[in-house]
């Protein structure tokens, strides 16, 4: 189907390798932190979260990363598969009381 | 239901035509959102529901744009007098309860609305 984003920012990367998503965000007040997969014609999917007092949460092949002195978040995927290749948005929150502010997002592609 | 279910997938409609977006939320829970997303942009957010409670409207972007949630499950977006601007995917999400985190919100995939 039609992707979604054809302007976002693309990250290429070779099967096998490690990949580094980014993201910036501006609320010092969020507090919890939501990484998001989408796949062409699909809705997000939830792939790992971490709460401000946390810099540091690894899931299986995923680790998420939290700066917040520099207001930065990163998602780190080992050993990265033909199957990664997808949109990625990061998505904060002040609380629970607030909805998920999405950023931009990142396309990753995976060459085989 | 097993996941959220939105219908249609796709919807082409006139400009000036009203649209009807559905969403069904996961069995139980309590909260329900609506999400844009247009070509080359994140997800804007509309509006969402918890259970009983007044819904949030601060997202939607002009008074043509309303929701509803019948009996704190089924949701309907209703765009009124469509715009070629209003081409998106409406993305609709449920999560156990409003403020309970972690887990984040599960989505549905979407209808894709063009207005031509």
């Known amino acids: 189907g039609e992707s979604v984003g054809l302007h976002l920012p693309t990250l290429s990367v070779q099967e096998g390798d490690n990949s580094i998503i980014n993201c910036a965000y501006s609320?010092?007040?969020?507090?919890?932190f939501i990484w998001y997969k989408q796949e062409s014609g699909k809705g997000p999917q939830f792939i790992i979260d971490i709460r401000s007092n946390m810099d540091k949460r690894q899931g299986q092949r995923v680790t998420v990363l939290l700066n917040k002195t520099v207001k930065h978040l990163s998602l780190q995927i080992a050993a990265t598969q033909p199957g990664d290749s997808a949109v990625y948005f990061c998505?904060?929150?002040?609380?629970?009381?607030?909805?998920?502010?999405f950023g931009k997002g990142t396309r990753l592609s995976v060459i085989a | 239901g097993a996941g959220v279910s939105q219908s249609p997938s796709n919807k082409v409609t006139e400009k000036g035509k009203d649209v009807e977006l559905r969403c069904d939320p996961i069995?139980?829970?309590?909260?329900l959102y609506w999400y844009r997303q247009s070509l080359g942009q994140g997800l804007e957010f509309l509006i969402y529901?918890?259970?009983?409670?007044?819904?949030?409207k601060s997202g939607l972007p002009s008074d043509r744009f309303s929701a509803e949630r019948t009996g704190g499950s089924v949701s309907t977006l209703t765009i009124q007098r469509t715009q070629q601007e209003d081409s998106a995917v409406y993305l609709c999400a449920s999560s156990a309860a409003f403020g309970q985190l972690p887990g984040g919100y599960t989505f549905g995939s979407g209808t894709r609305l063009t207005v031509v």
């Open positions: 069995s139980g829970h309590t909260a």
């Open positions: 998505a904060e929150t002040p609380s629970g009381n607030t909805p998920l502010v």
């Open positions: 609320n010092s007040a969020s507090d919890y």
């Open positions: 529901f918890q259970g009983n409670s007044a819904p949030d």
